[in-house]
C-alpha cells in the first residue's frame, strides 16, 4: 500500500502498527522516530524497522504516510516541527484517543498538500514500550475515524484500507461525538481505577497493606488500567475537558442517587439497577463471541 511509512513514538501502539505493517506485509521500508535516545536505542536492537532516527523532521522525509503515535498534548508541537519535512501529497495520521483538541493544534501547521486523517484505534494493553507491541493488536477490533471537513476522501480511503489490512473494523464518526462516546466507554473507567487506586493508597499503612495483599479478582481486574502510561492519560483528561466534565456529571448524578438507596436501605431499586445493567454486560459479552472483541477495561489509547 505505500513504499514508506513513518511512525512518530515507538511505544505500545507504534510498535504494535510497525509489526502489524510487517506481517501484513503494507509497506516496503518502515521509519522509527522517537524523541528518547533509549527509545531509538531499543528499537535497533529489537530490529522491528528499516531506519530509526532521533531526528523527527528527518525521518518523515520521503514517506507517503506519517503515524503520530505520542501522547496528545504532543500532537501539535511535533506537527510544527515536521511540517516542512512533510512530502507534498503526504498523508498524516494518528492515534489520539481525543479528536476534537487533536485537530485543533495539528491543522494549523498542516502545509498544502498534505492530508490529515484523524483516527483511533480502540485497542491496547497496560503495558508500555517498544517491546510491547503485539502484531495483532487491531484484528477485529474498532478504528474510530474522524475527518475534518477538508480532509480528502481519497486519503480517508488510504487509512481505512491500511487499518482493514491490520484487521480492524472501521467507524466513521464526527468528532466530538467521538469524544463524548469515549469518554464514557474508556476515560471515565481510566478515572475511575486511578482513583480508586489512590484512595486506597491514602489510607493508613495497616489498612493499605491488607488492601492490597486481599485484592480480591474485582479490585485486580478493575485497577489493571491504572498501570497505564501517566503522561498519556493526563493529556487525555486535560485535552478532553467538556466531555470529561460531562459525563463526570452524569456519572455523579448516578453516584448520589446509588449512595442515598444504600443510605435507605432502598435494595428494589439496587436489585433492578443491577439487573439492568447485568443485561448491558451480557451484550457486550455477545458481540465480542460474535466475534468483535469485548470491550473490557484495557489501555486502549482511550
Same mark, same amino acid.
Given at each position: 500500500?505505500?513504499?514508506?511509512?513513518?511512525?512518530?513514538?515507538?511505544?505500545?501502539?507504534?510498535?504494535?502498527?510497525?509489526?502489524?505493517?510487517?506481517?501484513?506485509?503494507?509497506?516496503?521500508?518502515?521509519?522509527?522516530?522517537?524523541?528518547?535516545?533509549?527509545?531509538?536505542?531499543?528499537?535497533?536492537?529489537?530490529?522491528?524497522?528499516?531506519?530509526?532516527?532521533?531526528?523527527? +523532521?528527518?525521518?518523515?522525509?520521503?514517506?507517503?504516510?506519517?503515524?503520530?503515535?505520542?501522547?496528545?498534548? +504532543?500532537?501539535?508541537?511535533?506537527?510544527?516541527?515536521?511540517?516542512?519535512?512533510?512530502?507534498?501529497?503526504?498523508?498524516?495520521?494518528?492515534?489520539?484517543?481525543?479528536?476534537?483538541? %487533536?485537530?485543533?493544534? %495539528?491543522?494549523?501547521?498542516?502545509?498544502?498538500?498534505?492530508?490529515?486523517?484523524? +483516527?483511533?484505534?480502540?485497542?491496547?494493553? !497496560?503495558?508500555?514500550?517498544?517491546?510491547?507491541?503485539?502484531?495483532?493488536?487491531? !484484528?477485529?477490533?474498532?478504528?474510530?475515524?474522524?475527518?475534518?471537513?477538508?480532509?480528502? /476522501?481519497?486519503?480517508?480511503?488510504?487509512?481505512?484500507?491500511?487499518?482493514?489490512?491490520?484487521?480492524?473494523?472501521?467507524?466513521?464518526?464526527?468528532?466530538?461525538?467521538? *469524544?463524548? %462516546?469515549?469518554?464514557?466507554?474508556?476515560?471515565?473507567?481510566?478515572?475511575?481505577?486511578?482513583? /480508586?487506586?489512590?484512595?486506597?493508597?491514602?489510607? !493508613?499503612?495497616?489498612?493499605?497493606? !491488607?488492601?492490597?495483599?486481599?485484592?480480591?479478582?474485582g479490585f485486580r481486574g478493575f485497577t489493571r488500567i491504572a498501570a497505564s502510561d501517566p503522561t498519556m492519560w493526563r493529556d487525555v483528561f486535560l485535552n478532553n475537558r467538556e466531555?470529561?466534565?460531562?459525563?463526570?456529571?452524569?456519572?455523579?448524578?448516578?453516584?448520589?442517587?446509588?449512595?442515598?438507596?444504600?443510605?435507605?436501605?432502598?435494595? *428494589?431499586?439496587?436489585?433492578? %439497577?443491577?439487573?439492568?445493567?447485568?443485561? /448491558?454486560?451480557?451484550?457486550?459479552?455477545?458481540?465480542?463471541?460474535?466475534?468483535?472483541? +469485548?470491550?473490557?477495561?484495557?489501555?486502549?489509547?482511550?
Amino acid at each position: 500500500m505505500f513504499n514508506q511509512v513513518t511512525i512518530i513514538g515507538f511505544g505500545h501502539i507504534g510498535s504494535s502498527i510497525a509489526k502489524a505493517l510487517r506481517y501484513n506485509e503494507l509497506c516496503k521500508r518502515i521509519v522509527a522516530a522517537d524523541a528518547s535516545p533509549s527509545v531509538c536505542e531499543k528499537v535497533v536492537e529489537i530490529g522491528l524497522v528499516d531506519e530509526v532516527y532521533n531526528d523527527l +523532521a528527518k525521518a518523515v522525509q520521503g514517506s507517503e504516510l506519517v503515524i503520530l503515535c505520542i501522547p496528545v498534548g +504532543a500532537m501539535g508541537i511535533v506537527t510544527e516541527h515536521i511540517a516542512p519535512a512533510l512530502e507534498e501529497g503526504a498523508i498524516l495520521t494518528d492515534v489520539g484517543s481525543v479528536k476534537m483538541s %487533536v485537530i485543533d493544534t %495539528v491543522t494549523p501547521f498542516l502545509p498544502d498538500g498534505v492530508d490529515f486523517v484523524p +483516527a483511533h484505534p480502540l485497542a491496547g494493553t !497496560e503495558n508500555s514500550g517498544p517491546e510491547s507491541g503485539i502484531f495483532n493488536l487491531f !484484528e477485529k477490533r474498532w478504528c474510530l475515524l474522524t475527518p475534518t471537513p477538508e480532509t480528502s /476522501i481519497k486519503a480517508v480511503e488510504h487509512v481505512t484500507k491500511l487499518w482493514e489490512g491490520m484487521g480492524a473494523r472501521i467507524d466513521i464518526m464526527s468528532p466530538k461525538h467521538h *469524544d463524548l %462516546v469515549l469518554g464514557l466507554t474508556s476515560h471515565l473507567p481510566h478515572l475511575i481505577a486511578y482513583t /480508586i487506586v489512590d484512595t486506597a493508597n491514602s489510607l !493508613e499503612d495497616d489498612l493499605k497493606g !491488607e488492601v492490597i495483599k486481599y485484592s480480591a479478582s474485582g479490585f485486580r481486574g478493575f485497577t489493571r488500567i491504572a498501570a497505564s502510561d501517566p503522561t498519556m492519560w493526563r493529556d487525555v483528561f486535560l485535552n478532553n475537558r467538556e466531555a470529561m466534565l460531562e459525563v463526570l456529571q452524569h456519572f455523579a448524578e448516578d453516584l448520589t442517587v446509588m449512595q442515598k438507596a444504600i443510605r435507605k436501605g432502598d435494595g *428494589d431499586y439496587l436489585f433492578d %439497577v443491577f439487573s439492568r445493567t447485568r443485561a /448491558i454486560r451480557r451484550e457486550v459479552i455477545e458481540l465480542g463471541e460474535a466475534g468483535v472483541p +469485548a470491550p473490557g477495561l484495557e489501555d486502549d489509547r482511550g
